[in-house]
């Protein structure tokens, strides 16, 4: 890398760290970033996300009005094209790792009933199961999708690909379309 595209990392990864509400630390990118709704947004430091990194609080949708909640630890490292969008809350444990190409949300553009499947998508009103807690020492992989109501355990780790629906113990290796807990370590499934 050349001095001079250092020099414009740096400076626009300082320009999007002013649109994070509360940024205790460290905020870095090597590409374009979206924050929408940064007020909402809290970071712990040593922030590093890859190109096409968006992150959404949602404030309003179709005249309805959320108090959203993203709060990320310490060390969080993401790679390219992720996606975290809140309308309720997502939390980051420390030390998290995030592939390519990953979504995390904690809603949903409407429900399964006929009623909202015969909207188009961005006419439903959005839902949720819950927020989505994610542990510390988390690594997820490519192409994985975190939906909403989840909790992820610490020091788990999700295969590419997987789409978790439902919580994943600590130490699960979890993986599938649902995601499946795959193998447990630790002390109960020691290896």
Not at 2 to 25: D, E, P
Not at 112 to 128: F, G, I, N, V
Request: no cysteine; proline share 3%.
């Amino acid at each position: 890398m050349s001095l001079l595209s250092s020099v414009r990392n740096a400076l626009y990864s300082a320009i999007q760290a002013k649109k994070i509400g509360q940024l205790h630390g460290r905020f870095w990118t090597n590409g374009r970033v979206s924050i929408i709704g940064g007020r909402h947004i809290t970071a712990y430091g040593n922030f590093f996300v890859g190109d096409g990194f968006r992150i959404e609080a949602v404030e309003q949708h179709l005249g309805h009005h959320y108090e959203p909640q993203i709060i990320i630890g310490k060390n969080f490292s993401a790679g390219n094209y992720v996606h975290i969008g809140a309308m309720n809350r997502v939390e980051i444990g420390d030390d998290v790792l995030l592939g390519s190409k990953i979504y995390i949300t904690d809603h949903q553009h409407g429900s399964t009933s006929y009623e909202d499947m015969s909207l188009a998508p961005e006419a439903r009103e959005l839902s949720s199961k819950g927020p989505v807690i994610i542990g510390d020492k988390v690594w997820i992989g490519d192409n994985a999708v975190i939906m909403d109501g989840v909790t992820i355990g610490h020091n788990a780790l999700v295969a590419a690909g997987a789409i978790v629906t439902k919580d994943v113990p600590a130490y699960a290796i979890v993986g599938g379309v649902p995601a499946r807990v795959l193998k447990q370590v630790g002390k109960d499934g020691e290896d």
